[in-house]
């Protein structure tokens, strides 16, 4: 599992505990587990996802997912550069700045200890 929405949001679930509850079994326990596709392809359609819908508060916790799950910084690059066209350039540009951040971050925090023991180190 990616990891509880507590861990990502502040304690959400002290707040709303049912919509937390929900996240975290329906989700990231259910969805995200699913067979059908790696956690890679799903980091890689989430992000698409939320970069098209323009939802930045959410981007920044997926790409740091999304490196974990084995996705390079080059294929990131790449992915941003094409939802540019198909997006919405200041869409892609916005999420550019949340991914130099989350690189230039990388350093003091591997994109493989993110607090989530489910993705330590595991690249499906």
């Not at 819908?53 to 084995?70: C, K, T, V, W």
């Not at 939802?83 to 990388?106: D, H, Q, R, T």
Request: cysteine-free; charged content about 20%.
């Amino acid at each position: 599992m990616i990891g509880s929405i507590d861990e990502r949001s502040g304690d959400l679930g002290g707040l709303i505990p049912q919509f937390s509850s929900f996240t975290d079994r329906l989700l990231y326990a259910e969805v995200w587990e699913r067979a059908g596709l790696s956690r890679r392809d799903r980091s890689l359609i989430t992000i698409a996802a939320l970069v098209a819908m323009y939802r930045p508060d959410q981007i920044r916790s997926h790409m740091e997912f999304g490196l974990a799950n084995g996705i390079t910084p080059e294929e990131m690059g790449e992915m941003l550069t094409h939802l540019a066209f198909y997006a919405s350039w200041p869409s892609a540009n916005s999420a550019a700045y949340v991914f130099k951040a989350v690189m230039e971050e990388g350093d003091a925090e591997s994109p493989t200890n993110l607090g989530s023991p489910s993705l330590a180190g595991e690249v499906p």
